[in-house]
């Protein structure tokens, strides 16, 4: 048996020893680790028990860094090196004092062992301090007093912080039990120790040439001698990532789910002069964004619409998993709105790898997929779409959109990941008010339905949910659909006012609005889809049908005073469209309204007809005595009938009788409208009932301006008691004598020879007064005062209805003739019935005998 003891000490200004190590032993009784014999066995317990030098057998070598007078020194449990090297091993210190025992039981001419040894500095020795170690002093980290290799790294940035085992690059000392402390600024934070050289083993083999090369591994039960343990934290405490050994070119990085990671490397008490350890930097991976929203276990979020708006951003972010993950996770993310909101998400950037660092391989597809859930919960009913990192394609900027106010999304891995997930994605969502002032239409993404059953009046906008203008395809503009319905047994006019309109201007087409309906403008557009009459089977009209009848009102202006339309029917359209080639750029996420407007239904059955065929006279009777009866009174009332006229009449209004609820213009009005004006003609209430004794006739140039179809329109609003008010209202259609231009009675033509009822077609009779009026023989004595009354006249003073003209027509002369023919035809039925009489007595008689 023989032991040496060299001791090597750097009395220069150096702080490195490097020693080249080649060890061989030739001999029948050489010790091997690894033999299954009975002695190897025991003698390698002993080893591994660390027993004293002179029971471990064989030969080996201990090497003690550093002393008692060091900073750093494993002097208390060197471990010992044993077996073969035929190849030089390299050995650097960590201090400037090296001792070196070697220990041989039979020391023979056939046992030798030699190495080189030299001092260098920290400069010259890159491959562990890396390029200006000058500037990072605490490069390797921190060493806690009292320890050999036990080091704190704060505020890791890459290039910044060198993990490394001791004495690498060369061969790490036996007997290790090394802590790491890691720590970076900002999570996640990782381990880049891809592709960098990883040799940690410690198998029980000599030499190299027969120790087998054994893969990265891990796993605990895989790895018995020499490993690292990985912990996601900052303690033993903290769960385990991985445990791994090996040698080779580590697979991949490993990224922790906070700023700290805490890494253990262990190396058994006896083992060959083979393994040179590991280097990785740290850093942080660059995944991390603060989320909208809670938590609840390490990756269910609950992304709500209150937390985005607590963010003051006006979109959610989240991000696929960037750390670590066991086998089997699941990680969840419900968006959660208000009701009436929906979801939408969207993918900036999107891309499906296969797994680079499955912690458990699987075989088949998707090992990692993310599932998308029209729902609050993963229904596999309500799957919008799966993406398997098999077979799946990445979807980037396209709208995933939900029905309901909640939207679910669920990543799955089987396999666990050390580097994070293999589909990366980067994931955007926001809420949309989707709110219907009407009845939603199914299909439809803002067409709404305004009935007058669930309510008869309000008001609209154009779509709260702005997400419309930018799901139109490039082809076809955005069109919502208002359609405005009632029955007559409720109402027959549908009043629809707009109160504002505030569209862009184009930055496409700045022209002006020239022609509405044709130019690529935004408008609206009005029309109604029944003709009057039409009962509701009759197929409606489409809009390109009412265009070219003209029966259509279009704005495509910005407009700030209110435009009125009033149907002649119980059904209206409205229609927003949004030229498609700017509606996302001017108009989504824009949240004042494009245009706004209210609606009303009015004219119930207490009104009667609401539309008045051209007559020579007709009446209005409020309230409508068919009604009466058979509807309950409302708490108010709008009435609007609109008299049309035959061409070239005039007009002369005439209330029959009227009664109001009081003399408060506010509990009841009768206002009368000609067309081409806003304002009313006449307005008569309690106050001013008088006016209706003495009614201005209405001429036929005020009833048709503009040479449309001729008419009146009159309007009640009852607002207190609507029942308690009653008025008839009668009219007459008058024939205008000859004007001159001036407006003046054409003399010329009336004494120009012949009566007035010859000059002038369907006069029948000739009002008294100069006004010139005349009306239809038919209307002389009917009951009615059809002419107006007129004061300041020649002749004689009496009108239609007057007792000089209707006694005269009442009284005809008698003809005889027919009188005559009627008593005789009395008489002569007289004796048929006597005839009959006596016969049937006779017959009686006769049969008594």
Same mark, same amino acid.
């Given at each position: 048996?023989?032991?040496?003891?060299?001791?090597?000490?750097?009395?220069?200004?150096?702080?490195?020893?490097?020693?080249?190590?080649?060890?061989?032993?030739? #001999?029948?009784?050489?010790?091997?680790?690894?033999?299954?014999?009975?002695?190897?066995?025991?003698?390698?317990?002993?080893?591994?028990?660390?027993?004293?030098?002179?029971?471990?057998?064989?030969?080996?070598?201990?090497?003690?860094?550093?002393?008692? +007078?060091?900073?750093?020194?494993?002097?208390?449990?060197?471990?010992?090196?044993?077996?073969?090297?035929?190849?030089?091993?390299?050995?650097?210190?960590?201090?400037?004092?090296?001792?070196?025992?070697? !220990?041989?039981?039979?020391?023979?001419?056939?046992?030798?062992?030699?190495?080189?040894?030299?001092?260098?500095?920290?400069?010259?020795?890159?491959?562990?301090?890396?390029?200006?170690?000058?500037?990072?002093?605490? =490069?390797?980290?921190?060493?806690?007093?009292?320890?050999?290799?036990?080091?704190?790294?704060?505020?890791?940035?890459?290039?910044?912080c060198y993990v490394q085992s001791p004495?690498?690059?060369?061969?790490?000392?036996?007997?290790?039990?090394?802590?790491?402390?890691?720590?970076?600024?900002?999570?996640?934070?990782?381990?880049?120790?891809?592709?960098?050289?990883?040799?940690?083993?410690g198998q029980r083999c000599e030499n190299?040439?027969?120790?087998?090369?054994?893969?990265?591994?891990?796993?605990?039960?895989?790895?018995?001698?020499?490993?690292?343990?990985?912990?996601?934290?900052?303690?033993?405490?903290?769960?385990?990532?991985?445990?791994?050994?090996?040698?080779?070119?580590?697979?991949?990085?490993?990224?922790?789910?906070?700023?700290?990671?805490?890494?253990?490397?262990?190396?058994?008490? %006896?083992?060959?002069?083979?393994?040179?350890?590991?280097?990785?930097?740290?850093?942080?991976?660059?995944?991390?964004?603060?989320?909208?929203?809670?938590? $609840?276990?390490?990756?269910?979020?609950?992304?709500?619409?209150?937390?985005?708006?607590?963010?003051?951003?006006?979109?959610?972010?989240?991000?696929?998993?960037?750390?670590?993950?066991?086998?089997?996770?699941?990680?969840?993310?419900?968006?959660?709105?208000?009701?009436?909101?929906?979801?939408?998400?969207?993918?900036?950037?999107?891309?499906?790898? =296969?797994?680079?660092?499955?912690?458990?391989?699987?075989?088949?597809?998707?090992?990692?997929?993310?599932?998308?859930?029209? %729902?609050?919960?993963?229904?596999?009913?309500?799957?919008?779409?799966?993406?398997?990192?098999?077979?799946?394609?990445?979807?980037?900027?396209?709208?995933?959109?939900?029905?309901?106010? %909640?939207?679910?999304?669920?990543?799955?891995?089987?396999?666990?990941?050390?580097?994070?997930?293999?589909?990366?994605? /980067?994931?955007?969502?926001?809420? &949309?008010?989707?709110?219907?002032?009407?009845?939603?239409?199914?299909?439809?993404?803002?067409?709404?339905?305004?009935?007058?059953?669930?309510?008869?009046?309000?008001?609209?906008?154009?779509?709260?949910?702005?997400?419309?203008?930018?799901?139109?395809?490039?082809?076809?503009?955005?069109?919502?659909?208002?359609?405005?319905?009632?029955?007559?047994?409720? &109402?027959?006019?549908?009043?629809?006012?707009?109160?504002?309109?505030?569209?862009?201007?184009?930055?496409?087409?700045?022209?002006?609005?020239?022609?509405?309906?044709?130019?690529?403008?935004?408008?609206?557009?009005? /029309?109604?889809?029944?003709?009057?009459?039409? $009962?509701?089977?009759?197929?409606?009209?489409?809009?390109?049908?009412?265009?070219?009848?003209?029966?259509?009102?279009?704005?495509?202006?910005?407009?700030?005073?209110?435009?009125?339309?009033?149907?002649?029917?119980?059904?209206?359209?409205?229609?927003?469209?949004?030229?498609?080639?700017? #509606?996302?750029?001017?108009?989504?996420?824009?949240?004042?309204?494009?245009?706004?407007?209210?609606?009303? &239904?009015?004219?119930?059955?207490?009104?009667?007809?609401?539309?008045?065929?051209?007559?020579?006279?007709?009446?209005? !009777?409020?309230?409508?005595?068919?009604?009466?009866?058979?509807?309950?009174?409302?708490?108010?009332?709008?009435?609007?009938?609109?008299?049309?006229?035959?061409?070239?009449?005039?007009?002369?209004?005439?209330?029959?009788?009227?009664?109001?609820?009081? +003399?408060?213009?506010?509990?009841?009005?009768?206002?009368?409208?000609?067309?081409?004006?806003?304002?009313?003609?006449?307005?008569?209430?309690?106050? $001013?009932?008088?006016?209706?004794?003495?009614?201005?006739?209405?001429?036929?140039?005020?009833?048709?301006?503009?040479?449309?179809?001729?008419?009146?329109?009159?309007?009640?609003?009852?607002?207190?008691?609507?029942?308690?008010? %009653?008025?008839?209202?009668?009219?007459?259609?008058?024939? !205008?004598?000859?004007r001159n231009q001036d407006g003046s009675?054409?003399?010329?033509?009336?004494?120009?020879?012949?009566?007035?009822?010859?000059?002038?077609?369907?006069?029948?009779?000739?009002?008294?007064?100069?006004?010139?009026?005349?009306?239809?023989?038919?209307?002389?004595?009917?009951?009615?005062?059809?002419?107006?009354?007129?004061?300041? !006249?020649?002749?004689?003073?009496?009108?239609?209805?007057?007792?000089?003209?209707?006694?005269?027509?009442?009284?005809?002369?008698?003809?005889?003739?027919?009188?005559?023919?009627?008593?005789?035809?009395?008489?002569?039925?007289?004796?048929?019935?006597?005839?009959?009489?006596?016969?049937?007595?006779?017959?009686?008689?006769?049969?008594?005998?």
């Amino acid at each position: 048996m023989g032991v040496n003891i060299m001791t090597f000490k750097n009395y220069m200004s150096y702080n490195l020893f490097v020693a080249q190590f080649k060890l061989v032993r030739w #001999s029948n009784d050489k010790f091997e680790l690894g033999q299954t014999s009975k002695k190897s066995k025991l003698r390698e317990n002993k080893q591994m028990q660390g027993g004293t030098h002179s029971d471990r057998g064989g030969w080996h070598f201990l090497i003690v860094d550093g002393n008692a +007078k060091t900073d750093v020194s494993n002097r208390k449990e060197p471990g010992i090196f044993c077996g073969e090297s035929e190849q030089p091993q390299t050995f650097m210190s960590e201090t400037s004092f090296v001792k070196v025992v070697f !220990h041989s039981d039979n020391f023979t001419d056939q046992t030798y062992f030699s190495f080189d040894t030299r001092a260098e500095q920290q400069l010259v020795v890159y491959l562990r301090y890396g390029q200006h170690p000058e500037l990072y002093p605490n =490069r390797r980290g921190e060493v806690v007093q009292g320890s050999y290799c036990e080091r704190i790294f704060r505020d890791c940035r890459l290039q910044t912080c060198y993990v490394q085992s001791p004495a690498y690059p060369g061969v790490y000392p036996r007997n290790l039990h090394c802590r790491y402390y890691l720590n970076t600024r900002l999570p996640f934070i990782k381990l880049y120790i891809e592709n960098e050289e990883f040799n940690i083993d410690g198998q029980r083999c000599e030499n190299i040439m027969t120790c087998p090369m054994r893969p990265i591994s891990s796993g605990q039960e895989n790895c018995p001698y020499d490993y690292i343990k990985i912990y996601d934290g900052k303690n033993e405490l903290s769960p385990v990532i991985g445990t791994f050994c090996g040698m080779g070119k580590f697979p991949y990085s490993i990224i922790g789910t906070s700023q700290d990671l805490f890494v253990e490397f262990v190396s058994s008490p %006896a083992g060959p002069l083979l393994n040179t350890g590991f280097h990785f930097n740290v850093g942080n991976w660059p995944g991390h964004v603060d989320t909208a929203g809670s938590r $609840n276990g390490t990756c269910d979020w609950l992304l709500s619409s209150e937390s985005l708006r607590a963010s003051g951003d006006s979109e959610g972010i989240f991000l696929s998993v960037a750390h670590w993950y066991p086998p089997h996770t699941s990680c969840t993310y419900l968006m959660q709105g208000e009701d009436g909101e929906i979801v939408r998400l969207y993918f900036p950037s999107f891309r499906i790898n =296969r797994i680079e660092s499955p912690i458990q391989p699987i075989e088949g597809d998707c090992g990692e997929s993310l599932t998308l859930y029209d %729902a609050s919960w993963p229904d596999d009913s309500k799957i919008i779409k799966t993406f398997c990192d098999t077979f799946s394609k990445a979807m980037e900027k396209h709208d995933f959109v939900s029905t309901g106010n %909640a939207l679910f999304v669920r990543f799955e891995s089987k396999t666990g990941s050390y580097s994070g997930s293999s589909l990366y994605y /980067w994931a955007h969502y926001d809420f &949309f008010n989707n709110t219907k002032l009407g009845e939603p239409v199914p299909g439809k993404s803002c067409d709404e339905v305004f009935a007058s059953w669930r309510q008869t009046r309000g008001w609209l906008r154009s779509p709260l949910n702005t997400l419309v203008y930018k799901q139109a395809q490039s082809s076809e503009d955005v069109q919502c659909l208002y359609r405005f319905v009632t029955d007559k047994r409720l &109402f027959a006019r549908v009043i629809l006012t707009i109160t504002g309109i505030h569209f862009k201007e184009n930055p496409y087409n700045q022209g002006p609005c020239s022609n509405c309906l044709e130019d690529r403008v935004d408008k609206l557009v009005m /029309w109604e889809p029944l003709p009057p009459g039409a $009962n509701t089977s009759y197929p409606p009209i489409p809009l390109t049908k009412a265009a070219q009848s003209g029966d259509v009102t279009c704005l495509c202006n910005k407009h700030t005073s209110s435009t009125q339309i009033i149907s002649r029917g119980e059904q209206l359209n409205l229609q927003l469209i949004v030229d498609s080639a700017h #509606s996302a750029l001017s108009y989504f996420k824009h949240n004042a309204p494009l245009f706004e407007a209210t609606y009303e &239904f009015v004219h119930g059955p207490l009104c009667g007809p609401p539309i008045i065929q051209p007559v020579l006279n007709g009446e209005i !009777h409020y309230p409508y005595y068919e009604a009466i009866g058979y509807v309950e009174p409302p708490k108010s009332i709008r009435c609007i009938w609109e008299i049309k006229v035959n061409r070239e009449r005039d007009l002369w209004l005439h209330f029959d009788r009227i009664k109001f609820s009081s +003399k408060a213009c506010d509990d009841g009005i009768v206002d009368i409208f000609l067309k081409g004006r806003l304002d009313p003609y006449l307005s008569i209430c309690g106050e $001013n009932v008088s006016l209706v004794k003495e009614l201005p006739v209405l001429s036929a140039a005020e009833l048709s301006p503009d040479g449309a179809e001729p008419g009146v329109t009159i309007q009640f609003i009852g607002r207190t008691s609507p029942t308690r008010a %009653a008025f008839t209202i009668a009219w007459t259609e008058l024939f !205008h004598l000859p004007r001159n231009q001036d407006g003046s009675l054409m003399s010329s033509r009336l004494t120009g020879g012949g009566s007035v009822e010859e000059n002038v077609e369907g006069c029948g009779f000739v009002c008294p007064g100069e006004a010139g009026l005349c009306i239809a023989a038919g209307l002389v004595c009917n009951g009615v005062i059809n002419c107006p009354n007129v004061t300041d !006249h020649p002749g004689p003073a009496f009108s239609d209805e007057s007792a000089e003209l209707c006694v005269s027509e009442h009284n005809p002369e008698i003809n005889w003739v027919y009188v005559g023919a009627a008593v005789v035809s009395v008489l002569l039925l007289l004796c048929c019935f006597c005839v009959c009489l006596c016969r049937r007595c006779c017959r009686y008689c006769c049969s008594d005998d």
